[in-house]
């Protein structure tokens, strides 16, 4: 006879080759494959474990039993309907494994099914074992029993010892669950009640069995026992040991819910319930949940039974900085900040609840309730974001060079920039727009070059000043028709201060007069020897207007960047240097930055200067968009919070938040400096302050009728800037001046100017305090000239305007005679007669001329006081509106005070 493979033996078993394998080797019987073929006596062994040796007593009560354990099982599901029975007794069914996988709804019941029944229990009769839990299917069940005991036949199993999978599978799945423990406890009832007429069931081996051969299901271990993962482990175990009503099984879930016995039971829930039940796995899961339930009950029933703990003081240190409020101490301290004050007050000192106090007092009340306080130093966050990172040298790249144009005085440093811009442009940017946006990159040989749109020295230097260094090249223009001049010496003196290497440009080398030599002489007397001299110094001869040796010059530009090794990693967040910025009307804060490590991205957080924001957008020199720029390369950036200053560095941050952060401490800093370094200025003053070299900077704030107006005002102001003085408009808008205008001037000490415009009444009244100049005018020239005078010490006035009163216009009449009537009410101190009136709308000066009717109602007044009622007329003017305000000034003489 040929031996068995595996893969027959697992067949006839109707097991998995898998688990018969395992089994295989848990005997110690050694098989590679389920194709190896079996000794004899290793199959007998194998089939002695899983069934045990034929002429047992059981073995023969085994069968019928679960025979007839399936007919209880069918009976059992009588209320699961016909379909689904049918569905587990088919005889196909039986056959091989993985069926009840494919079966969408399993039978609950039969999950236990094959729970093996203790042979010593003794028979048990068809007891009313009918828990709540069984409500649904349990009165069924006792009903079927009976029904079984009267003798009716089920659907037989097919001849053969296969047994329906799903039992198998269902009872490995679920055996364990409280509930299934009750209705395990009801079939052996059952099939107690069964046996006496169709013997015993409940083998061990049965358990092994179910445990054993499991079907085959998805990715879930076929080993044996092992597809209980899921599930609370049987007690037993695979072995299946009698298993009698065991004390420790939990209560069913309708019992376990019980914590709401006030409640009648809900008879749609119990529906739902029958539902759930269908199908197992909504049944255990309302049975987890219940389950759940009680641990929460219990868990919450324990901690109602624990004393509260006592409570043990925290002796943690508390963390204080430099200066504390009252308020954060006592939240730090867990004390009411009354509790604090009173301390504060036992140690003599009176202080509120916002009131700072410093870190020793703090200590010391810390220190009263037996607290430790630490002293926490502050993080500087600005310096933590201004620490440049080191870069790998392995990260860095060559980049291009940066160059800076310097020379005398039209000795051609702006036409040399234009013929370079002009003659540079690479094939695939002609056409495209090039704009000023403070630096360009042009491309020689296939190599880019940046060149910084500000020549001089003096931007140069500026921006040195405020710590940014872009120049890595200078190159100094000198007329050859007029040599080394006083300015070239400055320039040359920046540049070596600045240790940036020195390329000579002598220009105008089209020129009949020009003479290069002299200049290379010139140049030695400065420590500027140029090569041709022995020197290192490189001199190029060029032409801007020829554009002579302009090639050449860009060629010793990258040799000398070369030499230099001027290398960044573009693979780090940005840094880079404003070289430009302003208001643009359109598009907001604009500044042009040159990147001078890393990339900096369309999206970035930035800080510069005192201002943050995302970049918004870029735009490249040729006024194309860009989503990103790396190192040396210029861009306009949009999307700041405020207008940096040149020289202003910019880092890229992680988070706003401290973007925000740093940048409103700049701000503030730079307000206390200003507030600090000037005293008010005035126009009337301004002239001493001047003299006194207090002031190099006249900052001006701008509010006109229209747009028109600021700007032929702000032109013609910012014309008047000397050496001395610089006119600086800060700020310009339309509309009247308001309480931000007076707080902005307040904060950079600058004067205000009114075009057509006056403040509102807030706007008024923070001025007078914080002593603001506030100067109105209707006339340009009269602007112009107030300023210029006040510079030069030639403003002395000597009349000075009084406000009387305000005037709110409620209700206007028309009389053909008279013309309009405002039906008027004095809002602020009073309205004469003979003054000077303004007709203000919106904050505009709509007209400004004489009363010319004052009335109480049919009573000509002099003048009528706040509170109170009054007709007006106004003197040739009739466009009065209600809403208006009427201004009451007069113009006081004052007496000029001798110097
Ligand atoms: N013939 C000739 N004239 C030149 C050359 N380069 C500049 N110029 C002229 O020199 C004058 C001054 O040139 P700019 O380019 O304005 O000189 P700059 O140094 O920028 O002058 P500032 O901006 O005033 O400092 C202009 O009239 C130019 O046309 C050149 O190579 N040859």
Request: charged letters at 30%.
């Amino acid at each position: 006879m040929a031996k068995k493979r595996v893969h027959e033996l697992a067949k006839e078993l109707n097991i998995e080759n898998k688990d018969l394998i395992n089994k295989l080797i848990e005997l110690g019987i050694q098989v590679k494959s389920h194709m190896s073929a079996l000794e004899d006596s290793d199959v007998q062994k194998i089939l002695h474990s899983y069934r045990p040796p034929k002429g047992l007593p059981e073995e023969k009560k085994t069968e019928p039993v679960t025979k007839q354990n399936m007919q209880e099982r069918g009976r059992g599901q009588g209320m699961e309907g016909k379909k689904e029975k049918d569905q587990f007794f088919r005889p196909d069914n039986s056959k091989g494994p993985g069926l009840v996988d494919r079966v969408p709804n399993r039978p609950p019941d039969r999950r236990y099914e094959d729970k093996p029944k203790s042979p010593q229990r003794p028979p048990r009769d068809n007891r009313p074992v009918r828990t709540s839990a069984a409500k649904d299917g349990g009165r069924q069940e006792v009903k079927d029993t009976a029904h079984q005991a009267a003798g009716h036949n089920r659907p037989q199993r097919p001849p053969g010892g296969g047994r329906p999978q799903g039992e198998r599978t269902t009872q490995a799945h679920h055996q364990g669950r409280p509930e299934q423990r009750e209705r395990f406890n009801q079939n052996q009832v059952k099939s107690a009640a069964g046996q006496q007429s169709a013997g015993a069931q409940g083998r061990p081996q049965q358990a092994e069995r179910a445990g054993g051969a499991r079907p085959p299901q998805g990715d879930r271990p076929a080993g044996p026992g092992k597809d209980r993962g899921n599930v609370r482990p049987a007690h037993g175990g695979r072995g299946g040991g009698p298993r009698p009503s065991n004390p420790s099984i939990p209560k069913p879930p309708e019992q376990i819910a019980q914590p709401k016995p006030t409640k009648a039971p809900d008879k749609t829930k119990g529906d739902r319930r029958k539902n759930y039940e269908k199908d197992g796995k909504w049944a255990d899961q309302s049975i987890e949940n219940t389950k759940l339930n009680k641990h929460r009950l219990q868990k919450s029933k324990k901690k109602q039974e624990q004393p509260a703990p006592p409570v043990i003081p925290d002796k943690r240190p508390v963390q204080i900085g430099e200066t504390v409020t009252v308020q954060e101490l006592a939240e730090k301290l867990k004390k009411t900040a009354a509790e604090v004050i009173k301390k504060l007050m036992n140690l003599g000192v009176l202080a509120t609840i916002n009131q700072e106090i410093d870190f020793d007092t703090a200590a010391l009340i810390a220190g009263e309730y037996g607290v430790e306080a630490e002293l926490k130093v502050a993080v500087d966050k600005e310096a933590l974001i201004m620490t440049e990172p080191e870069d790998d040298p392995a990260q860095l790249v060559p980049r291009p060079p940066v160059v800076t144009i310097m020379g005398h005085v039209d000795h051609g440093k702006t036409s040399l920039l234009d013929a370079i811009r002009q003659t540079n442009v690479t094939a695939g940017e002609a056409g495209g727009i090039t704009q000023h946006i403070g630096a360009y990159q042009v491309e020689h040989n296939g190599k880019k070059i940046t060149f910084v749109d500000t020549p001089g020295h003096a931007a140069f230097t500026a921006m040195r000043a405020r710590g940014a260094q872009i120049t890595d090249i200078a190159i100094l223009v000198v007329a050859a028709d007029d040599g080394v001049m006083p300015q070239t010496v400055e320039a040359i003196n920046h540049a070596k201060a600045a240790n940036v290497p020195i390329i000579v440009a002598i220009n105008k080398m089209d020129k009949p007069e020009a003479n290069p030599d002299k200049v290379k002489q010139e140049l030695t007397q400065h420590e500027l020897v140029v090569e041709d001299w022995g020197g290192d110094v490189i001199a190029v001869p060029v032409s801007a207007k020829t554009g002579m040796g302009l090639d050449n010059l860009l060629e010793m530009i990258l040799l000398v960047a070369e030499v230099h090794e001027l290398k960044a990693n573009p693979n780090r967040p940005a840094r880079g240097t404003v070289v430009e910025a302003e208001l643009d009307k359109g598009r907001g804060p604009v500044a042009t930055v040159l990147v001078q490590n890393g990339t900096l991205h369309v999206g970035d957080t930035i800080v510069v200067g005192h201002a943050f924001g995302r970049v918004r957008a870029m735009i490249d020199d040729k006024g194309r968009r860009v989503k990103k720029a790396g190192p040396s390369m210029p861009v306009e950036i949009l999307g700041l919070s405020d207008v940096p200053e040149a020289g202003d560095i910019l880092v890229v941050v992680e988070d706003e938040k401290l973007a925000r952060e740093v940048a409103e401490k700049r701000q503030l800093r730079k307000r206390e400096e200003i507030l600090k370094a000037t005293a008010k200025i005035s126009l009337d003053d301004l002239f001493k302050h001047i003299q006194e070299g207090q002031i190099k900077e006249l900052p001006i704030i701008l509010k006109a009728d229209v747009q028109g107006s600021i700007e032929a005002l702000a032109q013609a102001l910012e014309k008047l800037s000397t050496d001395e003085v610089k006119v600086n408009l800060i700020h310009s808008g339309v509309g009247a001046i308001n309480e931000s205008d007076i707080m902005l001037a307040t904060a950079s000490n600058a004067i205000v100017i009114g075009f057509n415009v006056r403040p509102d009444a807030n706007a008024r009244k923070i001025a007078e305090a914080e002593k603001i100049d506030i100067h109105l005018y209707r006339v340009i020239y009269e602007v112009i000239d107030d300023v210029k005078k006040a510079m030069s010490g030639l403003l002395d006035p000597e009349y000075k305007e009084v406000i009387m009163g305000h005037v709110e216009v409620r209700k206007i009449f028309k009389a053909s005679k008279i013309g309009t009537i405002a039906g008027c009410y004095v809002t602020e101190g009073k309205i004469v007669r003979d003054a000077g009136i303004r007709l203000i709308r919106d904050g505009i000066v709509i007209h400004e001329g004489k009363l010319d009717s004052l009335k109480r109602f049919k009573d000509d007044v002099k003048e009528v006081a706040q509170g109170y009622e009054c007709g007006i007329t106004i003197e040739n003017f009739n466009d009065i509106q209600e809403g208006d305000i009427i201004e009451a000034y007069t113009v006081e003489t004052i007496k000029r005070e001798l110097a």
